[in-house]
């Protein structure tokens, strides 16, 4: 079965996470226009800087036809920036910032903190095998998740405010707060591959 799955080509890591995506039977393209959008099974959101990219959105007048795509049931997956962007809810974002939402969840804007404080650890993760690399670089964690949310990943943490959620499910929509496009494990990526063939299948 061939998928295409499209890579938001506004801001951020395009070609890490399209050369993440390759495999056989899956054609990746870069999506900036409605016409681009419309050819694709899945998006990918990359990391980069939320609140460019919400306006991004709105400049390439793409804002609704994804939201309208994801409330069809179209896969999308988000890294850091692109988790910002699926949650229903967002903590410590600029005024004029707007999410796509789709996650039944509230996410925290930069909450591991700056640039500085950027981190790579090794995680475990709910349907990957054994631990993955995961690089953080300001970013967000999930508060909260409602019923429907699977919480695949947590980050343990000697805060008392307890450990982080990092990354999580919710019917064909996936999010990590980090980056595992820039790791060279590929892991995550064929993940999201596999929930796009299962959604294409659904579908047919």
């Known amino acids: 079965m061939k998928i295409t799955i499209g890579v938001l080509a506004l801001q951020g890591d395009v070609r890490e996470h399209s050369a993440a995506l390759e495999q056989p039977d899956v054609q990746v393209i870069s999506v900036r226009r409605r016409t681009e959008l419309a050819q694709i099974d899945a998006l990918v959101i990359p990391g980069g800087e939320s609140t460019t990219i919400s306006r991004l959105l709105d400049v390439f007048e793409l804002r609704e036809p994804i939201a309208d795509r994801i409330k069809a049931g179209m896969p999308v997956y988000g890294s850091c920036a692109g988790m910002i962007m699926l949650a229903n809810q967002v903590l410590d974002g600029h005024p004029d910032q707007r999410s796509l939402g789709g996650i039944d969840m509230v996410v925290r804007r930069n909450a591991f903190g700056r640039q500085i404080d950027s981190f790579e650890t090794m995680l475990d993760m709910k349907g990957v095998t054994g631990s993955i690399p995961a690089v953080f670089i300001r970013a967000p964690w999930v508060e909260s998740t409602g019923p429907d949310v ?15 959620i990092v990354a999580v499910r919710q019917g064909s929509l996936l999010a990590t707060s980090f980056h595992p496009e820039i790791t060279g494990d590929r892991q995550v990526h064929h993940y999201f591959v596999s929930m796009v063939r299962e959604a294409v299948k659904e579908k047919s």
């Open 150 to 164: 699977e919480q695949l990943a947590v980050l343990e943490s000697d805060e008392p405010s307890g450990d982080r």
